[in-house]
């Protein structure tokens, strides 16, 4: 009986109704698994072995199609780096293409949902900021890039040479 890779630790996983969302907390990144992925993952976690697996697939679906959608699953979670890398000689199931497999799965006629992962990569908090470009109207130089809000006129954005004669708030007292 063939062994199936297990998932890397250090994820965090929470589930959205029937799919599951996933946080990989070295690379930064959140994996949002379809409720096909989302089952291979808990069929896994049961530790049973690959043809349980496969048995369990098909009877969810209501064809046999098991094994090319554990192989799917699997191909898509290795390709997002969330399988454990100490189970690099995990064996090759199909020497198939994924779209082949999706051709068998569709010629099948069930309503099975193809195995899919969506990788989004959160943008640093620094890139949303709201601070105001040069030239900007502002009442506080917290609000501008510059850091500088000159107080001739009304308050304007600097280039970011303040003086406590030409910013607000630049300097303490």
């Known amino acids: 009986m063939l062994n199936?890779?297990?998932?890397?630790?250090?994820?965090?996983?929470?589930?959205?109704?029937?799919?599951?969302?996933?946080y990989d907390t070295q690379?930064?990144?959140?994996?949002l698994l379809n409720s096909t992925t989302?089952?291979?993952?808990?069929?896994?976690?049961?530790g049973i072995g690959r043809n349980?697996?496969?048995?369990?697939?098909?009877?969810?679906?209501?064809?046999?199609?098991?094994?090319d959608l554990l192989s799917l699953a699997l191909g898509d979670l290795r390709s997002a780096g969330l399988l454990d890398t100490e189970d690099a000689e995990a064996p090759k199931f199909h020497e198939t293409t994924r779209r082949q497999m999706v051709q068998r799965i569709a010629a099948a006629g069930a309503?099975?949902?193809?195995?899919?992962i969506v990788t989004l990569a959160p943008r640093p908090a620094g890139a949303q900021g709201t601070q105001f470009p040069l030239g900007t109207a502002c009442t506080a130089s917290s609000q501008c890039a510059s850091g500088c809000c000159?107080?001739?006129?009304?308050?304007?954005c600097s280039n970011?040479?303040?003086?406590?004669?030409?910013?607000t708030s630049c300097h303490p007292g």
């Open 111 to 116: 309503a099975i949902l193809i195995p899919a």
């Open 150 to 156: 000159a107080s001739n006129s009304a308050g304007t």
């Open 38 to 46: 989302a089952k291979v993952i808990e069929l896994v976690d049961e």
């Open 160 to 167: 970011g040479k303040c003086s406590p004669n030409t910013c």
């Open 4 to 22: 199936l890779p297990t998932l890397r630790s250090g994820l965090r996983r929470h589930i959205l109704d029937d799919q599951l969302l996933v």
């Open 27 to 31: 690379s930064d990144q959140i994996h």
């Open 52 to 67: 349980e697996v496969v048995k369990r697939l098909d009877q969810i679906n209501g064809a046999a199609r098991g094994e």
